[in-house]
């Protein structure tokens, strides 16, 4: 019988370094240590049908837990499973749902998990065998993930083609697989305090309320008719008073741009992990001062990004992803309309930092998510024609240059009577344009007349179309499919880096990026366009 222990290091036993690579990359980023060597606290087999007779009958002597994952395995390795499989499927989209022992294993995973592979059917399961996953095949539910503490093995049967491999919701499966059979479990809910509950804040409120691991313990503002509206939980005024709550491990910082810093500093010195609105700050030396403090206290910090998950943006990055337009060289991305831009500190330079970081924060951010490689220069311009009771500029627009040739740009304007489409991307094989809706919401009136309502055309995701030459001169249209947004993503993965030591999508050096462009873009405009390097410091 294997022992429990502590997971940090995981012996990998892999034949196909190509197809294997995505999951062994998003393992590293747990922060676990993989090795080919003994010496782990768990062994993951990945493609047991090609282990040496030798090497088997080592594995399943080991004295620490097996995971084997994967279709197809020898007798010996299902029998000391426990369990007696049937036929393989066919290659088809598969439902994977909690088993009735699944317990952390599927902890925050939201709706059912759908990958296309193949599996085997089980005709038997020992009666020892803990069931952590399932998968239905005609009406009948069957295991695709076990493990079995007598043998010291655990199964996970889904596991053999490149999309299960590359699928972010599939790692994380294995990473929770391995946790579970090394009896490390998630910790107790992490408890959060909200300083600011503005808008923003009650977003964070609803957010906590239904992410699982975490709660929330306190809430800080100035005004009494925000702590009036909030969950009732303890409330504070002055934010030294939050950051001294022993009750309170992590702190949201909801306060306007140019004081992220300053507070996100102070709620680390205290012991708290943090999450910080976005604009992350407003310039790097502010980004890095945040980044050296939260790495020498061993504190989580992350960005609110919430906009990384916009369900166009996501239905986008995946054809940029599949490599359908080709290789992209051009994008240009929109935001904006004709009107006074809002009376609060968002239009107050010297608090947001500008028209630049406000939207920019969320398209910027876009665009750098979209390409991984080294930013050469960036230019910007800006106009002051007619809002000048506000010091934000009218209209701004940002030239991003990669040292691969690939440029994006963004504009944002409160001039913009003739609207651009939200997006417009050209790749060497296709293009996408995202064209706003203007949507209605219809209802009746309290005495039964027709009642409408004119949503902003950026509350919409937008209409996304791609266009692919067919090869004859001519050029194939299709509307692209726009899922729904994803429930609560940025707090469900916050919960699992806190908890389970999970990777997040949105990381502090990719904010600090993104900061970095916007810094850069700030100077090029003042100095009427000209090319500026990013700023290292």
């Given at each position: 019988m294997a022992s429990m222990c502590a997971l940090t290091r995981v012996t990998v036993l892999s034949c196909e370094g190509v197809l294997h690579q995505p999951l062994l990359g998003y393992l590293a980023r747990t922060g676990l240590t993989l090795t080919d060597q003994p010496g782990g606290h768990v062994v993951l087999v990945l493609g047991a049908d090609r282990l040496p007779e030798r090497v088997e009958d080592e594995l399943l002597a080991l004295e620490v837990p097996v995971l084997v994952v994967g279709p197809t395995m020898s007798t010996a390795v299902t029998d000391h499973a426990g369990?007696?499989?049937?036929?393989?499927?066919?290659?088809?989209?598969?439902?994977?749902?909690?088993?009735?022992?699944?317990?952390?294993?599927?902890?925050?995973?939201?709706?059912?998990?759908?990958?296309?592979?193949?599996?085997?059917?089980?005709?038997?399961?020992?009666?020892?065998?803990?069931?952590?996953?399932?998968a239905s095949m005609a009406f009948a539910d069957h295991p695709v993930a076990t493990w079995r503490?007598?043998?010291?093995?655990?199964?996970?049967?889904?596991?053999?083609?490149?999309?299960?491999?590359?699928?972010?919701?599939?790692q994380r499966l294995v990473h929770r697989l391995l946790r579970r059979i090394t009896g490390t479990a998630d910790g107790p809910a992490v408890r959060v305090g909200l300083l600011g509950y503005g808008a923003i804040g009650a977003e964070h409120s609803a957010a906590v309320a239904v992410t699982a691991g975490l709660e929330l313990a306190a809430v800080c503002d100035p005004r009494a008719d925000r702590l009036a509206a909030a969950p009732r939980v303890r409330s504070y005024?002055?934010?030294?008073?939050?950051?001294?709550?022993?009750?309170?491990?992590?702190?949201?910082?909801?306060?306007?741009?140019?004081?992220h810093a300053a507070w996100v500093l102070r709620c680390l010195e205290a012991g708290k992990h943090v999450v910080v609105e976005k604009p992350f700050c407003l310039t790097v030396e502010?980004?890095?001062?945040?980044?050296?403090?939260?790495?020498?206290?061993?504190?989580?910090?992350?960005?609110?990004?919430?906009?990384?998950?916009?369900?166009?943006?996501?239905?986008l990055k995946k054809v940029v992803r599949s490599g359908q337009l080709g290789?992209?060289?051009?994008?240009?991305?929109?935001?904006?309309?004709?009107?006074?831009?809002?009376?609060?500190?968002?239009?107050d330079e010297a608090v947001s930092g500008g028209a630049i970081y406000d939207w920019g924060s969320h398209y910027l951010d876009w665009v750098l998510d979209l390409f991984g490689g080294d930013v050469e220069w960036v230019s910007a311009t800006t106009h002051k024609r007619v809002w000048h009771d506000v010091t934000n500029a009218d209209h701004s627009r940002v030239l991003v240059h990669f040292t691969d040739g690939t440029e994006a740009e963004f504009t944002h304007s409160d001039l913009a009577a003739a609207l651009k489409p939200?997006?417009?991307v050209l790749g060497t094989a296709g293009g996408l344009i995202g064209d706003w809706r203007h949507e209605r919401v219809v209802g009746r009136s309290p005495i039964g007349t027709l009642a409408e309502d004119r949503l902003v055309h950026s509350d919409s995701p937008a209409a996304l179309r791609v266009f692919i030459p067919d090869g004859r001169g001519g050029i194939s249209e299709t509307l692209l499919s726009v899922p729904p947004?994803?429930?609560?993503?940025?707090?469900?993965?916050?919960?699992?880096?806190?908890?389970?030591?999970?990777?997040?999508?949105?990381?502090?050096?990719?904010?600090?990026?993104?900061?970095?462009?916007?810094?850069?873009?700030?100077?090029?405009?003042?100095?009427?366009?000209?090319?500026?390097p990013l700023p290292t410091r």
């Open positions: 369990l007696v499989p049937a036929g393989l499927t066919p290659l088809h989209e598969i439902r994977v749902r909690p088993g009735p022992d699944a317990g952390d294993v599927t902890a925050r995973s939201g709706d059912d998990l759908l990958f296309t592979d193949l599996w085997p059917l089980q005709d038997k399961v020992a009666d020892d065998v803990e069931v952590l996953l399932t503490p007598a043998t010291g093995l655990g199964v996970l049967t889904v596991g053999s083609t490149a999309s299960t491999y590359a699928d972010p919701a599939w005024t002055g934010g030294e008073d939050l950051l001294a709550d022993e009750g309170v491990d992590l702190i949201v910082v909801s306060t306007p741009p140019d004081t502010e980004a890095d001062r945040q980044m050296a403090l939260a790495a020498a206290r061993g504190l989580t910090l992350a960005v609110y990004q919430n906009r990384r998950w916009d369900p166009d943006y996501l239905a290789d992209v060289f051009h994008v240009e991305s929109f935001i904006g309309g004709y009107g006074h831009p809002c009376n609060y500190w968002h239009s939200k997006f417009y947004a994803p429930a609560e993503p940025f707090h469900r993965q916050l919960a699992d880096a806190l908890l389970s030591g999970e990777p997040m999508d949105v990381t502090p050096e990719g904010s600090r990026r993104t900061i970095a462009v916007m810094q850069a873009a700030t100077l090029s405009a003042r100095e009427g366009g000209r090319p500026m």
